[in-house]
T-cell receptor, first 111, second 115 residues
Framework: KQEVTQIPAALSVPEGENLVLNCSFT??????LQWFRQDPGKGLTSLLL?????REQTSGRLNASLDKSSGRSTLYIAASQPGDSATYLC??????????FGSGTKLNVKP | EPEVTQTPSHQVTQMGQEVILRCVPI?????FYWYRQILGQKVEFLVS????????KSEIFDDQFSVERPDGSNFTLKIRSTKLEDSAMYFC?????????????FGPGTRLLVL
């Protein structure tokens, strides 16, 4: 069974810092990997999706990379803002229909 | 912007009662999913649904659970006889046809409390 781990569990940074969130997974046979954002009491918002054949994806200040062979993905957030404060979830998809989620990194960006 | 909606937002029920959680996916989407998140724990996949049948289900999705698309717009999760450990936030998600099928759009969730 796929195990997904996210480090760190929590992170507090001052506004403007660049930061990296880490995700590791145990089985490299994946269909794709997706990063989500979860705000308290709300659903999940998709941020970036990386197909298994891709190495990275970018959207605005976010960049996600994938190294399938080592079972790692990173989410890079440039010039962090207080509005980025949320929990960031990594989800690995071994097949089209199924996700395995990490436990998330809770980010607090201080003004 | 189209969004996935879920009702009710909160539900409290007694152990052993049946509950039905409702979701309205984005209108042209073809793939539907249920997830749950027990307080303080990971989001867990329950079931995926396509073309009026279950595509895949997890070990959690046992005979107490069922899903249905009763009409062209709703997607429901039924828990036949609730247990205390069913208390969780339940999320519905959907994804679209073509290139859009890869990205799942989540609803805001239903918080279920079993007493």
């Amino acid at each position: 069974k796929q195990e997904v781990t996210q480090i760190p569990a929590a992170l507090s940074v001052p506004e403007g810092e660049n930061l990296v969130l880490n995700c590791s997974f145990t089985d490299s046979a994946i269909y794709n990997l997706q990063w989500f954002r979860q705000d308290p009491g709300k659903g999940l918002t998709s941020l970036l999706l990386i197909q298994s054949s891709q190495r990275e994806q970018t959207s605005g200040r976010l960049n996600a990379s994938l190294d399938k062979s080592s079972g790692r993905s990173t989410l890079y957030i440039a010039a962090s803002q207080p509005g980025d404060s949320a929990t960031y979830l990594c989800a690995v998809r071994p097949t089209f229909n199924k996700f395995y989620f990490g436990s998330g990194t809770k980010l607090n960006v201080k003004p | 912007e189209p969004e996935v909606t879920q009702t009710p937002s909160h539900q409290v029920t007694q152990m052993g009662q049946e509950v039905i959680l409702r979701c309205v996916p984005i209108s042209n989407h073809l793939y539907f999913y249920w997830y749950r998140q027990i307080l303080g724990q990971k989001v867990e996949f329950l079931v995926s649904f396509y073309n009026n049948e279950i595509s895949e289900k997890s070990e959690i999705f046992d005979d107490q659970f069922s899903v249905e698309r009763p009409d062209g717009s709703n997607f429901t999760l039924k828990i036949r006889s609730t247990k205390l450990e069913d208390s969780a936030m339940y999320f519905c998600a959907s994804s679209g046809p073509g290139l859009g099928q890869e990205t799942q759009y989540f609803g805001p969730g239903t918080r279920l409390l079993v007493l």
